[in-house]
């Protein structure tokens, strides 16, 4: 499904990260490690946001060389979400649906379901921290992701939120085999969703069973 080769990622002489050769397959991963290990760096990495040496795949599709249609399969909700101010959140969905080819009124499931309706059509600029982090979260499931990142999604909603987000995990990975890499400091409900543990530790990635 996901495949590194040669993959190496630094900060100026300062390695972060280095995968040989790792091939992961579909599923639920909870991207463990220490704080500075580089949990929000592979994910961004993957995402295709940071450069880096070696290649990724995802099925076929190589990240530097078809990324277009890479990026068009991969979702990424990030640990501190940053919008523009001046678009409104029905908006940002509008424009990010159609980045991602989503069906026509898909968006409004996830909108319900985490009751955003009341503030929807406000101006970004007025959202506190939980509700960019709602946005993020409807955002990174709009289209037809074959890999959805999220980085450290516990943070800073709700327990009723988070009862959601566990549901539409469940969901999208039962109904579309969507994988998912999702990092947090904090403990997962492991009893709920079936997590493989994926732990960084030593500069590289350790896929445990």
Same mark, same amino acid.
């Given at each position: ?143 037809? #992701? ?6 450290? #999604? ?56």
């Amino acid at each position: 499904m996901l495949k590194f080769n040669s993959f190496a990622k630094s900060y100026g002489s300062h390695l972060i990260l280095k995968i040989d050769n790792l091939t992961i397959e579909r599923g639920v991963y909870w991207i463990k490690g220490a704080n500075g290990s580089g949990k929000s760096t592979l994910l961004k990495s993957i995402a295709g946001f940071f450069s880096f040496k070696g290649s990724i795949f995802l099925d076929e599709l190589n990240l530097k060389k078809d990324g277009v249609a890479y990026r068009k399969l991969v979702n990424f909700a990030d640990a501190e979400p940053v919008y523009p101010d001046f678009l409104t959140g029905y908006e940002m969905i509008k424009l990010f649906a159609a980045a991602k080819a989503a069906e026509r009124h898909q968006e409004e499931k996830y909108i319900s379901e985490m009751n955003m309706q009341a503030y929807i059509n406000n101006p970004l600029g007025t959202y506190s921290s939980g509700m960019l982090k709602k946005l993020s979260l409807v955002l990174a499931f709009l289209g037809k #992701p074959k890999l959805i990142l999220l980085d450290e #999604p516990l943070n800073t909603i709700d327990v009723e939120s988070l009862e959601v987000l566990y549901k539409w995990i469940e969901e999208k990975h039962l109904a579309d085999n969507t994988s998912f890499f999702l990092s947090s400091h904090q403990q997962v409900d492991v009893k709920r969703i079936l997590f493989k543990v994926a732990l960084l530790q030593d500069n590289s990635l350790k896929i445990e069973m």
